[in-house]
């Protein structure tokens, strides 16, 4: 897909990182990455066919002083939409890029969803195509606090409503959520951390809503608060979740169905 021939710059190597990729209703395939060439962490865009042979040059989003990094690409028509956080000093937000399929020309300019006071990282597209589209990520706050942000879009990637502002009851800062939107309905699972405990949420809400959330706790997790959970969603419609818990000197993965 990409081949990087350069002399690493400024003592950062030439590496490929955070790749995602979606395919055509043709087979073809659409692969995004960050990479640092360049001596800066940039956004790449390409097009295979089915055989995985690379159509044209890869493509780049951006070209800015800051990292641009965690790119997550979703197809909805003729249309790859790919959001990413962008770094400007000590803060990120996260911008999406519209691009033409097959050709990847860019449509538009890159544009900032949501100009925030911190970090904002770990973009996520959570609706299930057109129709449907809605984005979450999480977003640094003050005093080692954390929230998750949900976002209703339409299929060019406008937005539909306020951000919206996800915390879990008793906890004070956000760890990682899975999501999964219909045109309707949002439903999934939020953790967080609060008073050294790690809280595991649902919620359920109207997509195109702009009401901040408060995720209620189901499960008071033990192991310790610096558990990655890798939360996942088994079902469409959220019913069931999967998710790595501690236990001693290794891990399980456990199961949790929700009925709705």
């Not at 089915?50 to 002083?65: A, F, P, S």
């Not at 937000?93 to 990282?121: C, F, K, Q």
């Not at 069931?240 to 818990?245: N, S, T, Y």
Request: with cysteine; hydrophobic share 40%; net charge negative.
């Amino acid at each position: 897909m990409t081949k990087v021939t350069r002399q690493p710059r400024d003592g950062l190597p030439n590496e490929v990182y955070d790749v995602d990729v979606a395919v055509t209703p043709s087979g073809e395939v659409i692969c995004t990455w960050a990479d640092t060439r360049d001596g800066n962490p940039e956004i790449y865009v390409a097009r295979t066919n089915r055989q995985l042979e690379r159509q044209k040059r890869e493509v780049r989003l951006t070209n800015t002083e800051g990292p641009s990094v965690e790119p997550q690409l979703i197809l909805v028509g003729d249309e790859a939409l790919v959001a990413f956080s962008e770094a400007t000093g000590d803060d990120a937000d996260i911008h999406l890029a519209r691009l033409a399929i097959p050709s990847l020309e860019r449509r538009g300019d890159v544009t900032r969803v949501h100009d925030s006071e911190g970090r904002s990282h770990q973009p996520r597209w959570v609706g299930e195509g057109a129709g449907s589209l809605a984005l979450t990520w999480l977003d640094e706050e003050p005093e080692d606090r954390a929230v998750m942000r949900l976002l209703a879009l339409d299929d060019h990637g406008k937005s539909l409503t306020a951000v919206r502002t996800l915390t879990v009851v008793g906890g004070t800062r956000v760890t990682s959520g899975a999501l999964a939107c219909t045109a309707k309905q949002c439903r999934g699972v939020v953790s967080a951390l609060g008073q050294g405990r790690l809280l595991l949420g649902a919620l359920e809400t109207r997509r195109e809503l702009g009401a901040p959330v408060n995720v209620t706790p189901l499960v008071d997790l033990a192991g310790g608060t610096d558990q990655e959970l890798g939360l996942t969603l088994a079902a469409t419609d959220a019913s069931v979740v999967v998710f790595v818990r501690d236990r001693g000197a290794g891990s399980l993965l456990r199961r949790l169905d929700l009925r709705w």
